[in-house]
Structure formats: structure tokens, C-alpha cells
């Protein structure tokens, strides 16, 4: 199903499906108002799909694939520098080989093409590389973020980029992280970008906020300080309007127990800020899963858990960072609109997708 905003009215719609398919979105992105493009798994098949709108019309696309899937793992949130020009990136294990398959899938021209992915020279023998998401500043230059597992120290952080046709891949290796993962990355120019997770930096394998850079040729970062109230952090996504304004949305867990939907913003120079955002109205331990930020506000999905257990999807409007970042106004502009369908950006569609609820 589809949640659609256009003239400040919300329309669900569900897709047309190639019955009887099971299929699974993941992640979406319109480049355009009326011109969506929706990623996601198909498991009647073992596969993975793409659905473009034109319009009012869905057109369902099943992505190649070089070689027979044996085990799926998620396919990134497609990223479309400009409407029909799109990449995404997904890993499945190879039937014939049962080694791991990384590649990127674009679309140029109607037609979706594959290309394997590159990975990083010290990778273990099986090949085990899961990039999970890519941005494209143009349609000849992205950057993709992911995990993997090395012949040396296990699990790793890893990026790559696309030049001109030509991917390449390198360790990520941020100051203090022991282990982690990589959930978001945006690539506001060429050769910048922002990624953001979750790493575990200490003893207590506590989970805190991870943010890297890459800036001329070169990834950097590290872990996000955590107030001492807070047991553990992630990021889920992140959007930048430029190389010093971006704004990452997450979770966050209290020692004393419970959630946060938690908000980062990156402005002025000053650093990165973090604020906690209201809980929406009948819901609670609220988490934001995904974003994009326009010139005056960032939007913001997630959901939160209702009284009964289940879980009721919400949204969010939160103040874009500017040259200077004022904490107490915007906390008041998170407190004030956090429960509020309204001031979404026209043309903003949030996929919705049935999922169990968080232990």
C-alpha cells in the first residue's frame, strides 16, 4: 500500500500486483511529484522488484539478476538523481556457488541493468558484502555504504562510488567502532557525502549513534556522543541539504527502559545536536525509519507501538537546519508539529508495508 500527498490531502492506494506474488517494499523515492519509484523483495520468486509511477499508474519490474538467488537479504531505498535515471543496491546469496553477490541495479532508458558490485580487497572468502543504501548526487556519480566481513578482525564498515561507469570499493574505518553497521547515506554534491548507523564502541556493547564523511576521496568519522541517561542509539537515515547541513532521525533506549524517536542535526558549524521527539497521539516508544529534507523542512516516517501492541505508523515535519542552529526553537518546532500529519511537502509518498512489532 501507498500513502500519497498531494493539495495537503493524504490518498492510500495499493498496487497492482503480478498475482500471486508476495512482494515486500523496502524503500522508495520521487524525484518528482507523480514520479515514484518503490524497491523491495519478491519472495514468491526469490527476487527483488522495482514499481515506477507515472501518474496514476504503477508499472511493476522484476530486476535482473546475473545469477539464481538461494537467500535474499534487503535491497536499499532507490536513489533518482533526476525521474528515470535510478540506482539501488542489494546482496543475495548465489545458488551455484553459495557465495554472496553484491550489485547495483540502474535504471536509464526504461531498463533496468545489473552491475556487480566491487568489495573490498581483505573480504573473507565467501565474499560477505551487504551494501545497504546508496545516493546519487547525478546520474554518473554515486556513493553506496555497507558491511562486510574481513579475513582478519570479522565484521567491517565499507563504501564505494561510481565514477563515470566505473564502481570501486574501500574500507570504512571510523575512530572508535569495534562493530557496527551502516543504514543511510546523501550525497548532497559530488564527492560529498554523509552516512549514518550504529556502532559499539565499548565494553558494554552498547549501541551508539555512528556518522562518516566522505570528502575528497576520503571516508572519516565516528561515534555521536549519548547523554548518560541513554543506554543505546542508532540512526536509520539521514538527508542533507549540503556538506554542513543534514539531519539524521533514529532510536533511541533509555537505561530505565523505554524508546525515543531521536533527531540530529548538523548546522552552522557547530556540530552535531540531538533533540527527542514527542511521542504521536495514541502511540508510544516511538522510532523514525526514514526522511528527506527540502530547503525549510525535513519530513520524517516511522511508527510507534499502540496500547494494544500493535503498531500505527506516524509522521513528522522537523525545521531544516540553517546557518545557525537555535536548540530551543527548533525543540519547540519538534514538540509542537511531531504529532501532525500537516505541512507535509506536496508530492511526499510514504510506503507503507506490514511488519511484526519491535520485541
Known sequence: MTETRAADTWASASLTLPSPDYLSPSGVTCPAPGSCVVTGRNYSTRGYFAATQAGTTWTITALPLPTEVAQQFDVSAPSCPAVGRCVVVLAYYDNASNEMQSVAETLAGGTWTTTTLPVPPDTDSGHFAIPAAVSCATPTWCAYVGSYNNSTTGGALYGGTLVDGSWTATTIDPSDTVGGDLASISCPTIGTCTAVGRNSSNASNAWKPLQVTLSSG??????????????????????????????AVGVQTL????????????????????????????????????MSCQPATCYAVGDARTADGGLKPFSSAIAAPEVEVRTRSLRRVLTSIGQSRKGQAPGMIRLLSTRSARP
Open 255 to 290: 537505561a530505565e527502559g523505554g524508546t525515543h524517536a531521536i533527531v540530529d542535526t548538523l548546522g552552522g558549524g557547530s556540530g552535531w545536536s540531538s533533540f527527542v521527539l514527542a511521542d504521536p497521539v495514541g502511540g508510544q516508544l516511538g522510532e523514525l525509519l526514514s
Open 218 to 247: 576520503t571516508w572519516s568519522g565516528g561515534s555521536l556522543p549519548i547523554p548518560p541517561e541513554v543506554q543505546n542509539e542508532s540512526l536509520a537515515a539521514v538527508s542533507c541539504l549540503s556538506v554542513d547541513r543534514c539531519v
